[in-house]
């Protein structure tokens, strides 16, 4: 039962406040803070103090003693490896329109761009490593995002009420065909286009994505995100998909799951995000990376539909607990929420690796084989190793608090 330390990542979309405020820094920061990492990733371990005063890395620590900090199956399974990363993001801006590989499609990446010779940290590496990257995100604030296909359908409706002449031949062309085969027809023809077409094309649409919007238009959030995209991004061909995603406000506690081959773009808002432990990226648009086509056709999933938004499934045997399931074996998210009226007791199990962070408030942890215990205020983590006891957690005082939960999956 260890206090982690993280590293905190700079990229340009982040906020100078949303973390700073969480780890009880002076704000604003100097420079935009975009993610908090928890885990054990090569590229930003947190760090534990043992025992003994000694200050390790976490990666370090599982390496050390896989199947103690593990568990003897999660160690087999996920060949001594943290198979989970558990963030917090800030997002003040958005990021990039991205997806990411199935397993079968990250092995066969991998492999061939090793026999490629392609540096792994070259920028036109694909796939980094060889493993899946499905993700979960789960809103701290009102979380802005675009996710997955919309109805081919519905997104002929959105195209017509913005419908400029260049643009009437690629509504058309879904009309036709409004399904999957038809996204990937449309999707297909817009992101291939010459840059000469792009430009000619995008200055008239996000001009009728701002008048929709500023009318109260049906389409008003799609139409005023595509408009702000447009603006930020006058020249990438990804401004003209996001035409064809669902937008989606989650509230705070209601989370997404992210699959293989889903594209999306977290747009604002905080949230936890956890995912299995990979770099696997392939990104579409709205960004200075590299961006490969032909892969990215071979990754993305055109199934459309809403994304399915989860509440969190409540425990009978802990109405504070929260759980989040998904299909993906690395990863479990859960939510413990307490308050004046629900005061009592969590109970956590052992025998697999848990990190948890608060987010609200503060907890006291209880260690059942010695009593110990530990409060745990906002903003801070803990580190527990499957062979450590089962522990128990109850708020501090009487305002309540909140945890999540990052452990295995099945």
Same mark, same amino acid.
């Given at each position: 039962?260890?206090?982690?330390?993280?590293?905190?990542?700079?990229?340009?979309?982040?906020?100078?406040?949303?973390?700073?405020?969480?780890?009880?820094?002076?704000?604003?920061?100097?420079?935009?803070?975009?993610?908090?990492?928890?885990?054990?990733?090569?590229?930003?371990?947190?760090?534990?103090?043992?025992?003994?005063?000694?200050?390790?890395?976490?990666?370090?620590?599982?390496?050390?003693?896989?199947?103690?900090?593990?568990?003897?199956?999660?160690?087999?399974?996920?060949?001594?490896?943290?198979?989970?990363?558990?963030?917090?993001?800030?997002?003040?801006?958005?990021?990039?329109?991205?997806?990411?590989?199935?397993?079968?499609?990250?092995?066969?990446?991998?492999?061939?761009?090793?026999?490629?010779?392609?540096?792994?940290?070259?920028?036109?590496?694909?796939?980094?490593?060889?493993?899946?990257?499905?993700?979960?995100?789960?809103?701290?604030?009102?979380?802005?995002?675009?996710?997955?296909?919309?109805?081919?359908?519905?997104?002929?409706?959105?195209?017509?009420?913005?419908?400029?002449?260049?643009?009437?031949?690629?509504?058309?062309?879904?009309?036709?065909?409004?399904?999957?085969?038809?996204?990937?027809?449309?999707?297909?023809?817009?992101?291939?286009?010459?840059?000469?077409?792009?430009?000619?094309?995008?200055?008239?649409?996000?001009?009728?994505?701002?008048?929709?919007?500023?009318?109260?238009?049906?389409?008003?959030?799609?139409?005023?995100?595509?408009?702000?995209?447009?603006? =930020?991004?006058?020249?990438? !061909?990804?401004?003209?998909? %996001?035409?064809?995603?669902?937008? *989606? /406000? +989650? @509230?705070?506690?209601?989370?997404?799951?992210?699959?293989?081959g889903n594209l999306h773009l977290y747009l604002h808002g905080t949230a936890i995000e956890i995912m299995a432990n990979s770099d696997n990226v392939l990104r579409c648009g709205l960004t200075p990376k590299h961006v490969d086509v032909p892969e990215l056709l071979k990754v993305l999933d055109f199934a459309s539909g809403r994304m399915p938004v989860l509440g969190g499934e409540a425990s009978a045997a802990d109405p504070g607990l929260r759980v989040y399931p998904t299909e993906a074996d690395e990863?479990?998210?859960?939510?413990?929420?307490?308050?004046?009226?629900?005061?009592?007791?969590?109970?956590?199990?052992?025998?697999?690796?848990?990190?948890?962070?608060?987010?609200?408030?503060?907890?006291?942890?209880?260690?059942?084989?010695?009593?110990?215990?530990? =409060?745990?205020?906002?903003? !801070?983590?803990?580190?527990? %190793?499957?062979?450590?006891?089962? *522990? /128990? +957690? @109850?708020?501090?005082?009487?305002?309540?608090?909140?945890?999540?939960?990052?452990?295995?999956?099945?």
């Open positions: 039962m260890e206090l982690l330390q993280n590293a905190v990542r700079p990229y340009a979309w982040g906020s100078r406040t949303v973390i700073g405020e969480l780890l009880g820094r002076p704000v604003p920061a100097q420079h935009p803070e975009a993610e908090l990492w928890l885990g054990a990733h090569p590229g930003d371990p947190s760090r534990i103090t043992t025992a003994d005063g000694t200050e390790r890395s976490l990666l370090d620590v599982v390496e050390a003693d896989p199947v103690g900090q593990l568990g003897q199956e999660c160690a087999r399974r996920w060949r001594n490896r943290l198979p989970f990363l558990m963030k917090v993001l800030a997002a003040a801006e958005p990021l990039s329109l991205q997806a990411h590989p199935s397993a079968a499609q990250a092995a066969a990446g991998y492999a061939a761009e090793e026999a490629a010779g392609i540096p792994r940290d070259a920028p036109e590496r694909n796939y980094p490593d060889p493993t899946p990257k499905p993700e979960l995100v789960c809103a701290l604030t009102e979380f802005e995002v675009l996710a997955g296909f919309a109805d081919a359908s519905r997104t002929v409706e959105l195209l017509r009420a913005i419908e400029t002449v260049p643009l009437a031949g690629y509504t058309e062309l879904l009309a036709g065909q409004p399904d999957s085969e038809g996204l990937r027809a449309l999707f297909t023809t817009w992101i291939t286009l010459p840059q000469q077409r792009i430009d000619d094309l995008l200055p008239d649409v996000v001009k009728a994505c701002a008048r929709h919007a500023e009318e109260g238009g049906e389409f008003q959030a799609e139409c005023r995100t595509v408009a702000r995209l447009g603006d =930020e991004h006058p020249h990438d !061909a990804g401004v003209l998909t %996001a035409l064809l995603l669902n937008r *989606i /406000s +989650l @509230r705070a506690g209601e989370a997404i799951y992210l699959p293989a990863f479990e998210l859960s939510r413990l929420e307490f308050s004046a009226a629900a005061p009592q007791a969590i109970e956590l199990p052992t025998g697999a690796p848990q990190i948890l962070v608060c987010t609200r408030g503060a907890v006291v942890v209880r260690d059942h084989r010695d009593g110990r215990e530990r =409060e745990l205020s906002r903003g !801070a983590s803990l580190w527990l %190793a499957a062979d450590d006891p089962a *522990i /128990s +957690l @109850r708020p501090a005082s009487d305002e309540g608090a909140q945890v999540f939960r990052a452990t295995t999956g099945r």
